[in-house]
C-alpha cells in the first residue's frame, strides 16, 4: 500500500463509509418512494388505469422542478427543511436529506419511462382476465419491466455517487470532500488521484452487478 494511504487509512475509510451511509439511504428512499411515485405517473397518464390529468400534472411538475434543480443549489436551498427534518444542516445525517429528495425525484421518472416500455396489450390482457389495479401493477407491469427497473435503479445509483461527492458543502463529508480536502486543498495530487481511482472501481463494480442482475431476470 502506498506511503500516503497508510498514512490517512483511518480517514479514508471514515469517507468511504460516509458516502456508503448517503448512498445507502438515498437507494431506500429512491425505491419506497421513488418507484410507487414513479409507478403513479403511469397509471394517471392519459389512457392508463387510473387516468387523472390533475394528478400527473402535479406530480410530473414536482418531479420536473426538482430534477431541473443544478444540485448544488438544490443542497442550499433546502438547507432550512434539512435544518428542520433533523435538527441541524451539518452533517451526513443532514446530507441524506437532498440526496432523498433528488434521487426520489431521478429514479421516479425512470420508473415511468421502464413502465412506459411495456407492451400496452400486455395491460390489456391483464384487464381481460378481470386483474385488478394492484395486481396488473405487481403481477404484470413490475414483472415484464424488471430488467428495465434494475438497470434504472443501477443508473440512479451511480448518480447518488456523483450527488454524494458535492456533500462536503454542508459538512456531508464522503470520498468527495475527502479528495478536495486533503487532495485538492493541501497539495496532495497523488492521494486525490487514489480516491478517483476508488471511485471508479466503485462505480465500475456496481455497473457490472447491475447490468449482470438485469440481464439475468430479463427473460423476453
Known amino acids: 500500500m502506498p506511503e500516503v494511504l497508510q498514512r490517512y487509512e483511518a480517514e479514508i475509510w471514515q469517507a468511504i463509509g460516509e458516502t456508503f451511509a448517503m448512498v445507502g439511504m438515498s437507494i ?19 389512457g392508463n388505469l387510473l387516468e387523472s390529468r390533475a394528478v400527473f400534472s402535479i406530480l410530473n411538475l414536482l418531479v420536473n422542478t426538482i430534477r431541473s434543480f443544478p444540485f448544488l443549489l438544490l443542497v442550499v436551498f433546502l438547507i432550512p427543511f434539512t435544518r428542520f427534518i433533523i435538527g441541524t444542516a451539518i452533517g451526513t445525517a443532514a446530507a441524506t436529506v437532498p440526496l432523498s429528495i433528488i434521487a426520489i425525484a431521478h429514479y421516479s421518472r425512470l420508473v415511468e419511462q421502464s413502465l412506459l416500455d411495456v407492451p400496452r396489450g400486455v395491460i390489456e390482457a391483464a384487464k381481460a382476465m378481470g386483474a385488478s389495479v394492484v395486481e396488473v401493477v405487481f403481477k404484470f407491469l413490475f414483472v415484464e419491466a424488471r430488467s428495465g427497473l434494475v438497470l434504472g435503479l443501477t443508473t440512479s445509483i451511480i448518480s447518488f455517487i456523483s450527488y454524494s461527492t458535492i456533500m462536503g458543502v454542508v459538512g456531508g463529508g464522503g470520498i468527495g470532500d475527502f479528495a478536495i480536502r486533503y487532495g485538492y486543498q493541501q497539495f496532495m495530487t497523488d492521494l486525490m488521484i487514489y480516491m478517483i481511482i476508488i471511485m471508479v472501481i466503485l462505480v465500475q463494480c456496481i455497473q457490472f452487478i447491475g447490468t449482470t442482475v438485469a440481464r439475468v431476470i430479463d427473460k423476453r
Open 28 to 46: 431506500l428512499a429512491a425505491v419506497i418512494v421513488g418507484l410507487p411515485v414513479g409507478t403513479l405517473l403511469f397509471l394517471c397518464r392519459k
